[in-house]
């Protein structure tokens, strides 16, 4: 399984067996090469019923096993100690998600409004651990955010 050079630089800033919770998966693909490739748990969120029943069919055909539902954002989801991507949406939405409390890491990537996220983070007690720039037809910023009070 072939990833886009944004989602291959996402996967490549998790660790192999961690716990994934990736909103807004659209086809699962991220989920489902983490699961084969670094042995991850995932969890495909998306809002759209469709996406999530491709990310069913696309985790049959490459035999991964991942979980993928139909949700709005984080809402309902009890959260451990799993990273947290968003990828593939702008800004506001990002922050629309995120906006309760939450201490885990965090992966994002924003089509849209880079400066007003890092604010947001800074606000929610967030620091930026790393940050790529990835050139792939388009640009792409991808943020690895850690919380300051010891995520987990």
């Known amino acids: 399984m072939k990833l886009s050079k944004r989602l291959k630089a996402i996967s490549d800033l998790i660790n192999p067996n961690s716990?994934?919770?990736?909103?807004?998966?659209?086809?699962?693909?991220?989920d489902i090469y983490?699961?084969?490739?670094?042995n991850c748990?995932?969890?495909?969120?998306?809002?759209?019923?469709?996406?999530?029943?491709?990310?069913?069919?696309?985790a049959r055909k490459f035999e991964a096993d991942i979980k993928a539902i139909t949700n709005d954002g984080l809402n309902g989801i009890t959260l451990n100690d799993e990273i947290i991507v968003i990828s593939g949406m702008g800004t506001r939405n990002i922050i629309?998600?995120?906006?309760?409390?939450l201490t885990n890491n965090l992966?994002?990537?924003s089509h849209t409004n880079i400066d007003d996220l890092k604010n947001f983070l800074d606000k929610k007690g967030?620091?930026?651990?790393?940050e790529l720039i990835i050139e792939d037809g388009k640009t792409y910023n991808i943020i690895y955010a850690k919380h300051k009070g010891g995520a987990q």
């Open 34 to 38: 983490l699961n084969k490739y670094k």
């Open 96 to 101: 629309k998600i995120l906006n309760f409390d």
């Open 126 to 130: 967030y620091y930026i651990y790393k």
């Open 41 to 58: 748990q995932c969890l495909a969120i998306d809002k759209s019923k469709y996406c999530t029943e491709t990310a069913i069919d696309n």
């Open 107 to 109: 992966i994002l990537s």
């Open 19 to 30: 716990k994934v919770i990736d909103v807004g998966s659209d086809h699962a693909f991220l």
